[in-house]
T-cell receptor, first 114, second 117 residues
Framework: AQSVTQLGSHVSVSEGALVLLRCNYSSSVPPYLFWYVQYPNQGLQLLLKYTSAATLVKGINGFEAEFKKSETSFHLTKPSAHMSDAAEYFCAVCSSGNTGKLIFGQGTTLQVKP | GAVVSQHPSWVICKSGTSVKIECRSLDFQATTMFWYRQFPKQSLMLMATSNEGSKATYEQGVEKDKFLINHASLTLSTLTVTSAHPEDSSFYIC?????????????FGPGTRLLVL
C-alpha cells in the first residue's frame, strides 16, 4: 500500500525566507509524486509532479521539489516566500498501476508573516 | 485549457433531502473522473472513481447507495448525496483525467461545499 506523510501540519515563515515543506512517502513500486496547493474554499492546483524523470522537479510560482529515493522523501522548497504563498499544501502519491488514484498527505498550512 | 467546473459551489439543504453535484470538464473529454471528500482542516479522501459508460468504483467504506455517481457523458459526472444528514456536510471536490493524457494528471474542480441542517 502507498502512503504519504507530511511532517508538520503548520509551518510559519517570514516573507522572503526559505520555504521547506516536508513529505515522506511509502511505496512498493516506483511512485509518481505530486505537490498541490489549495487556497481557502477552492479546489487543488498542481504545483509540480515527479514521474521518474529528473529527480529535481521545478514547478509553478518558484517552487521545486527533489525526489530522494534513499530517504523516501519529496520535500517542497521555495527560496523566498511571498505573502501570496500562504495556503494549504498537499503532497500526494499515485497508486500503483497508474490507475490515477491519488493518496494525499494530511496537508501543511503555510503561514507567511510580513 | 483543462478547466473543470462544479455546480453548485455551495448548497444548504434540510436533513433527508437529496443533493446533486455536477462535475464538468469544460474544454476536454474525460472518461475518468474522481470524487473526493474533504472535512474541515483535513486532507482529501477519495470516495470513488467515475468512468463514463460504466459503474463507478467506490473506495472501501463509502456507501454506494448513499453516494450515487453517474458519468453519463465524456464531460459530465454527477454525485448525488441521497437522504443527506448533517454528518454528510463536507467539501466535495471532483477531478478529471484528460482523455489521451496521463492517468495520474488530474485537473481539479473548485469544490462544492454542502451543509446539511
Amino acid at each position: 500500500a502507498q502512503s504519504v506523510t507530511q511532517l508538520g501540519s503548520h509551518v510559519s515563515v517570514s516573507e522572503g525566507a526559505l520555504v521547506l515543506l516536508r513529505c515522506n512517502y511509502s511505496s512498493s513500486v516506483p511512485p509518481y509524486l505530486f505537490w498541490y496547493v489549495q487556497y481557502p474554499n477552492q479546489g487543488l492546483q498542481l504545483l509540480l509532479k515527479y514521474t521518474s524523470a529528473a529527480t529535481l522537479v521545478k514547478g509553478i510560482n518558484g517552487f521545486e521539489a527533489e525526489f530522494k529515493k534513499s530517504e523516501t522523501s519529496f520535500h517542497l522548497t521555495k527560496p523566498s516566500a511571498h505573502m501570496s504563498d500562504a495556503a494549504e499544501y498537499f503532497c500526494a502519491v499515485c497508486s500503483s498501476g497508474n490507475t490515477g488514484k491519488l493518496i494525499f498527505g494530511q496537508g501543511t498550512t503555510l503561514q507567511v508573516k510580513p | 485549457g483543462a478547466v473543470v467546473s462544479q455546480h453548485p459551489s455551495w448548497v444548504i439543504c434540510k436533513s433527508g433531502t437529496s443533493v446533486k453535484i455536477e462535475c464538468r470538464s469544460l474544454d476536454f473529454q474525460a472518461t475518468t473522473m474522481f470524487w473526493y471528500r474533504q472535512f474541515p482542516k483535513q486532507s482529501l479522501m477519495l470516495m470513488a472513481t467515475s468512468n463514463e459508460g460504466s459503474k463507478a468504483t467506490y473506495e472501501q467504506g463509502v456507501e454506494k447507495d448513499k453516494f450515487l455517481i453517474n458519468h453519463a457523458s465524456l464531460t459530465l459526472s454527477t454525485l448525488t448525496v441521497t437522504s443527506a444528514h448533517p454528518e454528510d456536510s463536507s467539501f466535495y471536490i471532483c477531478s478529471a483525467v484528460r482523455d489521451g493524457g496521463y492517468q495520474e494528471t488530474q485537473y481539479f474542480g473548485p469544490g462544492t461545499r454542502l451543509l446539511v441542517l
